[in-house]
């Protein structure tokens, strides 16, 4: 019987600047994996292999390294911290058992640690918190412990103590009788047994006490808190052991079909497109053929790979539990569920990219070039929607922040070696339908060819998305060109009459017929673009914008210029709070109106003001603001031409 491997996929997660990376490279130096700690400011970090990551001393992906410790196999992913990147976090804790969350003896709560912590418990992810840089100026280990009890969970256990807190020479400690005491009545709240023993005042074993701590750990009912500074080492040894001890094992089902999901797209110059994936069930070897689920077709695996200090080691087979990268597989996508699909968890959205700029190559001989390597970034990174417009010579992307356009520019210089610019960025609209009306479109001629189709559109809920159905037979439109359509209505509505994605809209297909010899496959297509963009021009269309949920806390002198700015922004909030000098405002405010405001928040609060944001949907633009576009391409309101182009007898690069 094969030996059962103890393996944990754990994601460090932070805020930017709390220390996670630091956190990382000493792991990795305390395991033997390296023989000196990589460091961030010097640009020496293993976990931070691009560049531009070593030059600007930030991470921008996720970064995948396995290591052992004690008889655990950890494969560790170090995400990003700052918020424009929050989608490689997005993608990781999918693949995650168990989570680090790293937090500042200085700073506490940070703007994104809030949003992660949200993450996690919605994921029922298992996490233990490092509060980070005990060694600082200022830190204060017990006011953000308090503050993690109020915003986070009030099932926060200390493990260890503190030693000259604020000084170089902090370290970690025994904790104190207070905090013994705190850790034993949280735990045994969590075990009759212990209870028991605990109301009667008999002393608990600690062997006993830290069976039930990683039972409750496992279980997401007590979260425990180290505490260290990563940069002296200090703690990073003890947030090990807790990583073994307190963590589950990953479940290592061999026996079972394969199952697996992709959650990172890599382009290797030796090895091309590489894709890391997370079995939960079955094993991979070299030259095995899996079938994609998601994309309805077999892949065949090449080559099998670890990243180890992020170099690429083969391994020949991948195993349930473990993370690993395929090669050979070369039109697979992040998402993708690689055999069955019902051990694979679902996905979170942490973020969506609500910000479209446009790139222009420097050299307009590059604009090839510029449009394949964005093309190659967006394969990595699906959340920048990458459109080529190629009859307006246009390239579009979306993105969170301007951050990210800094960071895009240096990696298209660096790795791909072409000088681009962005365009500031624009906020990104939809459209929805005014009221109810009807499209309908006749497409016979010139033959062979016969679709004809008539829908009706009406307004959908808010946040409903595109609602389809059919009300027409199949003896009117055959069952396979009924599919064609239902396959293709979302692409139809990527543009709307004011240049918008289309949404919340409900569409019924109530008439229409095809030919037994004249209708073709894509015929169907063809007229319900055009259909559908008549349906909206008759019923005309709503601009919505993004509103933004947000949460700020500061000093009670500038809540009234806070709550004046709201107004002012269109943004609406709830009664204030206020306790000890300091208020806590939550409400909304639309994404136009508010996209600087972090900066004049913290000059208004002399860096006093936290702000906390998340997306909270689309509401309806007000009459006379937001912003329309032209349709970029050709329109489907554009008959006579939109059917040469559909027909092949133009193409957008020769019109």
């Given at each position: 019987?094969?030996?059962?491997?103890?393996?944990?996929?754990?994601?460090?997660?932070?805020?930017?600047?709390?220390?996670?990376?630091?956190?990382?490279?000493?792991?990795?130096?305390?395991?033997?994996?390296?023989?000196?700690?990589?460091?961030?400011?010097?640009?020496?970090?293993?976990?931070?292999?691009?560049?531009?990551?070593?030059?600007?001393?930030?991470?921008?992906?996720?970064?995948?390294?396995?290591?052992?410790?004690?008889?655990?196999?950890?494969?560790?992913?170090?995400?990003?911290?700052?918020?424009?990147?929050?989608?490689?976090?997005?993608?990781?804790?999918?693949?995650?058992?168990?989570?680090?969350?790293?937090?500042?003896?200085?700073?506490?709560?940070?703007?994104?640690?809030?949003?992660?912590?949200?993450?996690?418990?919605?994921?029922?992810?298992?996490?233990?918190?490092?509060?980070?840089?005990?060694?600082?100026?200022?830190?204060?280990?017990?006011?953000?412990?308090?503050?993690?009890?109020?915003?986070?969970?009030?099932?926060?256990?200390?493990?260890?103590?503190?030693?000259?807190?604020?000084?170089?020479?902090?370290?970690?400690?025994?904790?104190?009788?207070?905090?013994?005491?705190?850790?034993?009545?949280?735990?045994?709240?969590?075990?009759?047994?212990?209870?028991?023993?605990?109301?009667?005042?008999?002393?608990?074993?600690?062997?006993?006490?830290?069976?039930?701590?990683?039972?409750?750990?496992?279980?997401?009912?007590?979260?425990?808190?180290?505490?260290?500074?990563?940069?002296?080492?200090?703690?990073?040894?003890?947030?090990?052991?807790?990583?073994?001890?307190?963590?589950?094992?990953?479940?290592?089902?061999?026996?079972?079909?394969?199952?697996?999901?992709?959650?990172?797209?890599?382009?290797?110059?030796?090895?091309?497109?590489?894709?890391?994936?997370?079995?939960?069930?079955?094993?991979?070897?070299?030259?095995?053929?899996?079938?994609?689920?998601?994309?309805?077709?077999?892949?065949?695996?090449?080559?099998?790979?670890?990243?180890?200090?992020?170099?690429?080691?083969?391994?020949?087979?991948?195993?349930?539990?473990?993370?690993?990268?395929?090669?050979?597989?070369?039109?697979?996508?992040?998402?993708?569920?690689?055999?069955?699909?019902?051990?694979?968890?679902?996905?979170?959205?942490?973020?969506?990219?609500?910000?479209?700029?446009?790139?222009?190559?420097?050299?307009?001989?590059?604009?090839?070039?510029?449009?394949?390597?964005?093309?190659?970034?967006?394969?990595?990174?699906?959340?920048?929607?990458?459109?080529?417009?190629?009859?307006?010579?246009?390239?579009?992307?979306?993105?969170?922040?301007?951050?990210?356009?800094?960071?895009?520019?240096?990696?298209?210089?660096?790795?791909?070696?072409?000088?681009?610019?962005?365009s500031d960025p624009i906020v990104v609209y939809r459209e929805t339908p005014a009221g109810a009306g009807y499209g309908a479109d006749s497409y016979t001629m010139p033959k062979p060819c016969w679709a004809i189709v008539k829908y009706l559109l009406e307004?959908?809920?808010?946040?409903?998305?595109?609602?389809?159905?059919?009300?027409?037979?199949?003896?009117?439109?055959?069952?396979?060109?009924?599919?064609?359509?239902?396959?293709?209505?979302?692409?139809?509505?990527?543009?709307?009459?004011?240049?918008?994605?289309?949404?919340?809209?409900?569409?019924?297909?109530?008439?229409?017929?095809?030919?037994?010899?004249?209708?073709?496959?894509?015929?169907?297509?063809?007229?319900?673009?055009?259909?559908?963009?008549?349906?909206?021009?008759?019923?005309?269309?709503?601009?919505?914008?993004?509103?933004?949920?947000?949460?700020?806390?500061?000093?009670?002198?500038?809540?009234?210029?806070?709550?004046?700015?709201?107004?002012?922004?269109?943004?609406?909030?709830?009664?204030?709070?206020?306790?000890?000098?300091?208020?806590?405002?939550?409400?909304?405010?639309?994404?136009?109106?508010?996209?600087?405001?972090?900066?004049?928040?913290?000059?208004?609060?002399?860096?006093?003001?936290?702000?906390?944001?998340?997306?909270?949907?689309?509401?309806?633009?007000?009459?006379?603001?937001?912003?329309?576009?032209?349709?970029?391409?050709?329109?489907?309101?554009?008959?006579?031409?939109?059917?040469?182009?559909?027909?092949?007898?133009?193409?957008?690069?020769?019109?």
């Amino acid at each position: 019987m094969q030996e059962k491997r103890r393996i944990r996929n754990l994601g460090i997660l932070a805020h930017v600047d709390a220390g996670k990376t630091t956190v990382t490279e000493q792991m990795l130096y305390l395991s033997g994996s390296t023989r000196a700690v990589g460091n961030v400011d010097k640009g020496t970090s293993l976990s931070d292999a691009l560049d531009v990551e070593k030059k600007r001393g930030i991470s921008v992906r996720a970064s995948s390294l396995s290591f052992p410790w004690q008889d655990v196999q950890i494969n560790l992913i170090d995400t990003p911290g700052h918020v424009d990147f929050s989608a490689e976090v997005e993608r990781s804790l999918r693949v995650l058992d168990c989570a680090v969350l790293v937090l500042s003896a200085v700073e506490g709560i940070q703007a994104q640690s809030e949003p992660i912590w949200d993450a996690l418990r919605a994921m029922g992810i298992p996490v233990v918190l490092f509060i980070n840089k005990i060694d600082r100026k200022g830190a204060d280990v017990a006011g953000v412990f308090a503050e993690m009890q109020r915003a986070f969970s009030p099932s926060m256990v200390f493990i260890n103590g503190v030693k000259n807190e604020g000084f170089d020479e902090a370290t970690i400690a025994e904790l104190s009788a207070v905090e013994s005491d705190a850790l034993h009545e949280k735990v045994a709240e969590q075990d009759d047994a212990l209870l028991e023993c605990y109301l009667e005042g008999e002393a608990l074993e600690s062997a006993a006490i830290d069976v039930a701590l990683a039972r409750a750990t496992r279980e997401c009912k007590v979260f425990p808190v180290l505490c260290g500074a990563a940069k002296n080492r200090a703690g990073i040894e003890a947030l090990l052991d807790a990583i073994v001890r307190y963590f589950p094992d990953a479940e290592t089902r061999i026996d079972k079909p394969v199952s697996g999901v992709v959650f990172r797209i890599d382009h290797d110059e030796r090895f091309g497109r590489i894709a890391g994936v997370r079995l939960y069930a079955g094993r991979l070897q070299t030259r095995d053929t899996v079938h994609n689920h998601t994309a309805d077709r077999e892949e065949k695996v090449a080559q099998i790979k670890r990243s180890a200090t992020n170099k690429y080691e083969d391994v020949g087979e991948l195993a349930a539990g473990d993370i690993g990268f395929l090669c050979g597989l070369p039109d697979v996508q992040i998402g993708d569920i690689l055999g069955d699909p019902e051990p694979v968890p679902g996905d979170y959205a942490l973020s969506e990219p609500l910000l479209s700029v446009q790139v222009r190559p420097l050299n307009e001989a590059d604009h090839t070039a510029l449009a394949k390597a964005l093309q190659q970034l967006a394969s990595e990174d699906p959340h920048l929607n990458f459109k080529w417009y190629s009859e307006e010579r246009e390239l579009h992307i979306k993105i969170m922040g301007a951050i990210q356009t800094e960071i895009l520019t240096a990696i298209l210089a660096t790795r791909f070696g072409i000088q681009a610019e962005f365009s500031d960025p624009i906020v990104v609209y939809r459209e929805t339908p005014a009221g109810a009306g009807y499209g309908a479109d006749s497409y016979t001629m010139p033959k062979p060819c016969w679709a004809i189709v008539k829908y009706l559109l009406e307004p959908g809920a808010r946040g409903s998305g595109i609602e389809y159905h059919s009300e027409v037979n199949v003896d009117k439109i055959k069952l396979k060109f009924q599919n064609e359509i239902a396959a293709w209505i979302a692409d139809a509505l990527k543009q709307g009459i004011k240049g918008w994605e289309v949404t919340d809209l409900k569409i019924t297909l109530v008439d229409g017929s095809d030919h037994v010899v004249h209708s073709r496959p894509g015929n169907f297509k063809l007229a319900t673009n055009i259909a559908l963009m008549q349906g909206l021009t008759a019923t005309d269309t709503i601009l919505l914008e993004p509103f933004i949920a947000y949460r700020i806390t500061g000093p009670e002198a500038i809540v009234g210029k806070v709550t004046s700015d709201i107004i002012e922004m269109r943004g609406t909030f709830e009664p204030a709070e206020m306790s000890e000098g300091q208020f806590v405002l939550q409400g909304r405010f639309p994404l136009a109106t508010s996209m600087d405001y972090a900066i004049r928040l913290s000059g208004l609060a002399g860096g006093k003001a936290k702000m906390t944001l998340g997306f909270d949907g689309y509401e309806e633009c007000p009459p006379g603001l937001g912003v329309e576009r032209e349709y970029k391409g050709i329109s489907p309101l554009d008959r006579s031409k939109y059917i040469l182009l559909m027909r092949g007898a133009i193409t957008l690069a020769t019109t």
